[in-house]
């Protein structure tokens, strides 16, 4: 069965840290471009992070610029996603995607088709 897994959320304090994982099953996790993605309450999904596989370009919303941190271990077929210096903005379901048709790097979410069932990532004291 082809799938995402997310794990790595929680409930963290402001200026706490997280580690999100997302490992693929079914498939090999190279396509094009791999992303992360959140929805807060209320909003529309947004992309967070977007590496292009082929030579490590990465991109960042300017929100999470400086403090998220996109990587990936081909040997344990995972992306990360590293959290640092938390804020309650950042609360939000956190997803990984990607999509095996893209050849390019799309910041619309509409484009993937290859979802994670998300893991909830909460900031708050």
């Known amino acids: 069965q082809v799938q995402l897994v997310e794990s790595g959320g929680g409930l963290v304090q402001p200026g706490g840290s997280l580690r999100l994982s997302c490992t693929a099953y079914?498939?090999?996790?190279?396509?094009?471009?791999e992303g992360w993605f959140r929805q807060a309450p209320g909003k529309e999904r947004e992309w967070v992070s977007l590496?292009?596989?082929?030579?490590?370009?990465?991109y960042y919303g300017n929100s999470v610029k400086g403090r998220f941190t996109f990587s990936r271990d081909a040997a344990k077929n995972t992306v990360y996603l590293q959290l640092n210096n938390l804020e309650p903005e950042d609360t939000a379901v956190y997803y990984c995607a990607t999509d095996p048709r893209l050849r390019y790097v799309s910041f619309d979410p509409n484009d993937y088709t290859c979802w994670g069932q998300g893991t909830q990532v909460t900031v708050s004291s």
């Open positions: 079914g498939f090999t996790l190279n396509y094009y471009v």
């Open positions: 590496m292009a596989t082929s030579d490590g370009t990465t």
